[in-house]
C-alpha cells in the first residue's frame, strides 16, 4: 500500500493534486499496487463532501480503462487546522497510531491574506509588462501583521501530577506564516517515524512543499529577522520564499545540525539512509478562488491568463489539474530517477509548466540566490525568467546558503518553543 497525505483537499489545487494522484498512480503502478490517499479539510463536512467527489473519479475510471479502479484507491479523510498548534499536534498523534507508514506527504493547504486588488497598479504594471504583470503580480493588497487565535487556553492544566499555569500571553504567532509554514513544518516533523518507515528498496520518504512563481518578487523584502512576514504587506510572498529558503539548503552541511533535528524522530537519531526527503514545486499561475474577487473580474482574470500563455509564457498553467503536474510527478516517480537528475543539475525547485496549447510538463524554476540548481556557472534559461533576473554568482549563492542556515536556526527554535508550551494541552 503507498501511503499520500494531502492537506487543504477539498478544493482548488488540493482537490485537483487527489485527482492526478489516482489518474497517474494507476497509470504508472502495477495492478497489484494500491494507494491510500489522506486528505485533509478544516471540518468534517468538507472531508465527506471530497471524498464523495473523488470516489465519482473512481467510478468513471473504473467505468474505462481502470476496471479495477475502486479496489486499489481508497480515501481517508482527516480533519485539521493548520492556524491551530493543538489541532495539528492532535491529528499527527491520531496517524502515528493509526498509519503504518506515510510515503508522501503533500503540503498543499495554502492562505493568501489577501484584500483585493490595487486596479490603478494593475492596470500601470500591464501596461508596462503584461507577461510580468500576470506572473509576478505586486498590486495584491492585503493587510499587515494578521496573527492568529490564541494558540494556548487560559487555563490551569495538570501535567505528570504538577501543577502548570499555561502560559497565558505567548508571543503571536503570523495567521499566513502559521497556515503556510509553521503548520506544516509541525505536521512534517510530528510525522517524521512514519515517513521513515517508508524507506524501502531504494525508495525514502518524501515531504513536498507547494511554493509559488511569485516568491521572485519579494527576494529583497525577505528577512530572516522577520519570517513570520508580519511587517509585510506580502505576507503570502514571504511565506513561500520561506520555503524555498528551507527545502533548497536542506540537503547542505551548513543546515544539517537544525534539519537533523527536524527529520529525527522524537528521543531518536536516525541514519540519514532512512531520512525523508525534503522537495519545493509550485503549480505556475492557477485559476483559483484564494483571490477574493468579484465573479466579473475573475473570467477577466482568466482570459489575462490565456493571453499570457499564447504570448509565450511557460508559467500559465491556469488549470489546476494542470498545475498539480509538478508535485504528483515529485510524488510517483522513481526515487533512483530523482536522485539521478539532482546529481546532474543540483537540488531545483520543480514548476508545472505549459505550452502554447497546454500541454502540461514539469520544468525547473529559476530562485534568487540560487538559480536552477544552485550551481554557479549553470546554463541560463531564458524562457520564463523575471525581469531583472541575474545569471548566479558565488556570492549569491554564499549569502542564500547563509540565509537557509539562519532560517532553519530560527524555525528548529521555534518549533522548541511552541511544543514546550503545547506540551500536554492535547
Same mark, same amino acid.
Given at each position: 500500500?503507498?501511503y !499520500?497525505l494531502?492537506t487543504?483537499?477539498n478544493s482548488?489545487?488540493g482537490?485537483?493534486t487527489?485527482c492526478r494522484?489516482?489518474?497517474?498512480?494507476?497509470?504508472?503502478?502495477l495492478?497489484s499496487?494500491c494507494?491510500?490517499i489522506i486528505l485533509?479539510?478544516?471540518?468534517?463536512r468538507k472531508?465527506?463532501?471530497t471524498i464523495?467527489?473523488?470516489?465519482?473519479?473512481?467510478d468513471k475510471?473504473s467505468?474505462?480503462?481502470?476496471p479495477d479502479?475502486k479496489t486499489?484507491i481508497?480515501f481517508?479523510?482527516e480533519?485539521?487546522a493548520l492556524?491551530s498548534l493543538?489541532?495539528?499536534?492532535?491529528?499527527?498523534?491520531?496517524?502515528?497510531e493509526?498509519?503504518p507508514k506515510l510515503?508522501?506527504?503533500?503540503?498543499?493547504?495554502?492562505?493568501g491574506?489577501?484584500?483585493?486588488?490595487?486596479?490603478?497598479m494593475?492596470t500601470?504594471?500591464s501596461m =508596462?509588462?503584461?507577461?510580468?504583470?500576470? &506572473?509576478?503580480? =505586486?498590486?495584491?493588497t492585503s493587510?499587515?501583521?494578521l496573527?492568529?487565535?490564541s494558540?494556548?487556553?487560559n487555563?490551569?492544566?495538570?501535567?505528570?501530577g504538577?501543577q502548570k499555569?499555561?502560559?497565558?500571553n505567548?508571543?503571536?504567532l503570523?495567521e499566513?506564516?502559521?497556515?503556510?509554514?509553521?503548520?506544516h513544518?509541525?505536521?512534517?516533523h510530528?510525522l517524521?517515524?512514519l515517513?521513515?518507515?517508508?524507506?524501502?528498496s531504494g525508495e525514502?520518504?518524501?515531504?513536498?512543499?507547494?511554493s509559488?512563481?511569485e516568491?521572485?518578487?519579494v527576494?529583497?523584502?525577505?528577512?530572516a529577522?522577520?519570517i513570520q512576514? %508580519?511587517t509585510?504587506p506580502?505576507a503570502?510572498?514571504?511565506?513561500?520564499? %520561506?520555503?524555498d529558503?528551507?527545502?533548497?539548503t536542506?540537503?547542505?552541511?551548513?543546515t544539517r545540525?537544525?534539519?537533523d533535528?527536524?527529520?529525527s524522530?522524537?528521543? $531518536?537519531?536516525?541514519?540519514?539512509?532512512?531520512?525523508p526527503k525534503?522537495?519545493?514545486?509550485h503549480?505556475g499561475i492557477?485559476?483559483?478562488e484564494i483571490?477574493p474577487?468579484h465573479w466579473i473580474?475573475?473570467?477577466?482574470k482568466?482570459?489575462?491568463?490565456y493571453?499570457?500563455?499564447?504570448l509565450g509564457?511557460?508559467w500559465h498553467?491556469i488549470?489546476p489539474y494542470k498545475?498539480?503536474?509538478?508535485?504528483?510527478?515529485i510524488?510517483l &516517480?522513481?526515487?533512483p530517477q530523482l536522485?539521478?537528475?539532482e546529481?546532474?543539475e543540483?537540488?531545483g525547485?520543480?514548476?508545472s509548466?505549459t505550452d502554447?496549447?497546454?500541454?502540461?510538463?514539469v520544468?525547473?524554476t $529559476?530562485?534568487?540566490?540560487w538559480?536552477w540548481?544552485?550551481?554557479?556557472g549553470? !546554463?541560463?534559461q531564458r524562457?520564463?525568467r523575471?525581469?531583472?533576473a541575474?545569471?548566479?554568482t558565488?556570492?549569491?549563492?554564499?549569502e542564500?546558503?547563509g540565509?537557509?542556515?539562519e532560517?532553519?536556526?530560527r524555525?528548529?527554535?521555534?518549533?522548541?518553543?511552541? $511544543? $514546550?508550551?503545547?506540551?500536554?494541552?492535547?
Open positions: 500500500m503507498f !499520500v494531502v487543504g483537499a482548488g489545487l482537490f485537483s487527489c494522484l489516482i489518474d497517474e498512480f494507476l497509470d504508472t503502478r495492478g499496487e494507494i491510500t485533509t479539510t478544516r471540518d468534517v472531508g465527506g463532501s464523495a467527489r473523488l470516489s465519482k473519479h473512481v475510471l467505468k474505462g480503462k481502470h479502479a486499489r481508497s481517508q479523510a480533519v485539521m492556524d493543538v489541532s495539528v499536534r492532535r491529528l499527527s498523534g491520531k496517524l502515528l493509526r498509519l510515503d508522501v506527504i503533500i503540503l498543499n493547504a495554502g492562505y491574506g489577501w484584500t483585493g486588488v490595487d486596479y490603478w494593475a500601470k504594471q =508596462t509588462g503584461f507577461v510580468q504583470s500576470v &506572473t509576478w503580480p =505586486t498590486y495584491k493587510d499587515m501583521g496573527v492568529t487565535k494558540q494556548l487556553p487555563i490551569d492544566s495538570l501535567i505528570q504538577k499555569t499555561v502560559d497565558d505567548p508571543p503571536p503570523g499566513v506564516f502559521c497556515i503556510n509554514v509553521f503548520g513544518y509541525l505536521l512534517s510530528n517524521s517515524p515517513l521513515m518507515n517508508a524507506s524501502s525514502r520518504g518524501r515531504i513536498i512543499w507547494l509559488s512563481i516568491t521572485e518578487a527576494i529583497d523584502a525577505f528577512s529577522d522577520d512576514g %508580519l509585510s506580502m503570502y510572498e514571504i511565506s513561500k520564499r %520561506l520555503s529558503v528551507l527545502v533548497l536542506s540537503h547542505l552541511p551548513a545540525p537544525w534539519v533535528n527536524f527529520l524522530a522524537p528521543g $531518536e537519531r536516525q541514519s540519514d539512509s532512512i531520512k525534503l522537495y519545493i514545486t503549480p492557477c485559476s483559483t483571490l474577487v473580474l475573475n473570467l477577466l482568466l482570459l489575462t491568463f493571453i499570457a500563455r499564447w509564457s511557460p498553467s488549470d498545475g498539480a503536474c509538478a508535485p504528483v510527478w510524488a &516517480t522513481p526515487q536522485d539521478a537528475v546529481a546532474s543540483g537540488a525547485k520543480w514548476g509548466s502554447w496549447w497546454g500541454n502540461e510538463r520544468r525547473r $529559476e530562485v534568487g540566490g538559480g540548481g544552485g550551481v554557479v549553470e !546554463v541560463v524562457a520564463g523575471i525581469s531583472g541575474k545569471a548566479l558565488r556570492e549569491a549563492r554564499e542564500f546558503e540565509l537557509g542556515r532560517c532553519w536556526k524555525m528548529e527554535g521555534l518549533r522548541k518553543e511552541w $511544543e $514546550e508550551r503545547l506540551d500536554g494541552l492535547d
